[in-house]
């Protein structure tokens, strides 16, 4: 079973950096595909990035385009999303996923396993 715990999330100010940290265990990390998708109070999930195994293929939001970075280190098991120029409208908790398929895609239905999440907030 495969095991996903997400941290780094926090309270920080418009324009300030977080970078999330996802790790993995229990199964062939270097083979999925890893997302991160978050929600808000009163939204449905939805899909921030997501970087296929061999790290040569990402894809991100068009709102988080040019802002975070999604990547990984496979010897680690761990997936980063690097979070720059934070705005109140991150505000979400953060969850990071995996895909045994290795797609790499933005629906959260392709992915198989996900962590507990871990909460952003973002003041103005």
């Known amino acids: 079973q495969v095991q996903l715990v997400e941290s780094g999330g926090g309270l920080v100010q418009a324009g300030d950096s977080l970078r999330l940290s996802c790790a993995a265990s229990?199964?062939?990390?270097?083979?999925?595909?890893m997302g991160w998708f978050r929600q808000a109070p009163g939204k449905e999930r939805e899909f921030v990035a997501a970087?296929?195994?061999?790290?040569?293929?990402?894809g991100y939001a068009d709102f988080v385009k040019g802002r975070f970075t999604i990547s990984r280190d496979n010897a680690k098991s761990t997936v980063y999303l690097q979070m720059n120029s934070l705005r109140p409208e991150d505000t979400a908790v953060y969850y990071c996923a995996a895909d045994r398929k290795g797609f790499a895609t933005d629906d959260t239905n392709a992915y198989d396993y996900w962590g507990q999440g871990t909460q952003v907030t973002v003041s103005s």
């Open positions: 970087i296929r195994w061999s790290r040569s293929s990402s």
């Open positions: 229990g199964g062939t990390f270097r083979n999925y595909a």
